[in-house]
Nanobody, 123 residues
């Protein structure tokens, strides 16, 4: 079983930045595309960003383009989400997950999810 642990969330004011981290277990991390998702209270879980197994290709939801940056460090089995210019509507629990192709993360179904990390943006 692949284990994913998210961290880095917190309470910030609008306009500030946060960097989320997701550490994956297993020696085959570099073989997987990775992505970030978020879920606000009472709403569905939405795609945020994804990155190919090599890190060469990235994809973003329109709502975060230009503000969020996804990256990965395969040597550390870690994927990051750098969030800048945060808005109150970014408030959600953020989750990471692994898949085959980063191009399809926005529409893919994932079997399981971890605990996520809470991001709260105040006005």
């Amino acid at each position: 079983q692949v284990q994913l642990v998210e961290s880095g969330g917190g309470l910030v004011q609008a306009g500030e930045s946060l960097r989320l981290s997701c550490v994956a277990s297993g020696p085959t991390f570099s073989s997987y595309a990775m992505g970030w998702f978020r879920q606000a209270p009472g709403k569905e879980r939405d795609f945020v960003a994804s990155i190919s197994y090599s890190g060469d290709s990235t994809y973003y939801a329109d709502s975060v383009k230009g503000r969020f940056t996804i990256s990965r460090d395969n040597a550390k089995n870690t994927v990051y989400l750098q969030m800048s210019s945060l808005k109150p509507e970014d408030t959600a629990v953020y989750y990471c997950n692994a898949g085959v192709d980063a191009r399809f993360f926005s529409e893919a179904e994932f079997i399981s999810w971890g605990q996520g990390t809470q991001v709260t943006v105040s006005s």
